[in-house]
């Protein structure tokens, strides 16, 4: 997974569901048992 920052927001391509980073953490963002792909701004 590219380079997380605060701001940054990603998409599930099962469900849809969209979260926007309000703090960095660590580890990968999943969600339907898959990874979260970056949206392009």
Known sequence: MATM???DG???NICG???TLTKVGGG???CCGEPMKK???
């Open 10 to 12: 990603y998409r599930c």
């Open 17 to 19: 569901n969209e979260v």
């Open 39 to 41: 949206i392009e701004k």
């Open 28 to 30: 990968e963002l999943v």
């Open 5 to 7: 920052k605060v701001g």
